[in-house]
């Protein structure tokens, strides 16, 4: 049956056993083990490799992340890490160094423990990065994480929660943003500080700040008139005070 199928069909085939299975279970690579045929197109098909969940509580093969990165042939990579820090810093290591040597390969990074960075320099150019995602956990001692102004030229998602301070961040990182959320980020700041950030993002469509607005009276709408700043019309805004 399977020669009297087109690539394009064993494709389909392919990608709809994978969306089947959960985002743990990479029982759909089976398929690929079928015949030599099934195999090869499985690796002709980027599609299948792009999307990568890394589990700190499961056993995390850092071949097999290479092995994906390598069979994306070009597709921007999207990694996403969960529970990085019960891992070994060796393996986080491993992780962190696999995941910048293919800086200019991946299109969206999602890390919910920040504590790799702590192991492991996060300083590697990512010109294709358009999604950041970052968690750092309040009560850890962790170096802050402040990224260099053309580290993420790309980049049009950025949200942060916990222990960040986004407005230390150089302001040419915010220019090209089109979404921005802050959760729980509520270090010190001016309401000059964010206005700031808000003034040069021109394309916003999506801002929320929950629990991360500075503690200034006023509103973010009073006081930028005040400044006669241009500012940024948005289609999705959230506020959210502190408590």
């Known amino acids: 049956m399977a020669l009297n199928l087109s690539k394009e069909s064993l494709s389909q085939i392919f990608l709809e056993a994978k969306r089947r299975y959960s985002e743990y279970d990479r029982r759909w690579i089976w398929l690929a083990h079928i015949c030599h045929d099934w195999r090869e197109i499985s690796l002709s098909c980027p599609d299948l490799w792009y999307k990568i969940l890394l589990d700190g509580t499961r056993r995390i093969d850092v071949e097999l992340l290479k092995v994906f990165l390598e069979r994306a042939q070009g597709r921007l990579a999207e990694i996403q890490t969960i529970d990085q820090d019960i891992i070994p810093d060796s393996h986080q290591i491993q992780i962190i160094e696999t995941i910048l040597s293919s800086a200019e390969h991946i299109g969206s990074l999602i890390i919910d423990v920040l504590k790799m960075f702590d192991v492991y320099p996060f300083d590697r150019r990512m010109s294709n990065l358009k999604t950041l995602h970052l968690f750092r956990q309040w009560g850890m001692d962790l170096p802050e994480f402040l990224p260099t102004a053309d580290q993420f030229p790309s980049l049009r998602s950025l949200e942060l929660a916990g222990n960040m301070s986004p407005w230390r961040w150089p302001l040419p990182l915010f220019a090209s943003l089109t979404k921005l ?54 289609s999705d805004v959230a506020f959210c005070p502190s408590v």
Request: aromatic fraction near 6%.
């Open 181 to 234: 959320n802050l959760d729980n980020c509520w270090h010190d700041y001016t309401m000059d500080e964010l206005l700031d950030i808000l003034d040069i993002c021109s394309s916003l469509q999506d801002l929320r700040f929950d629990r991360s607005l500075p503690h200034a009276s006023g509103s973010i709408v009073e006081d930028g008139q005040r400044r006669s700043s241009s500012h940024c019309v948005t």
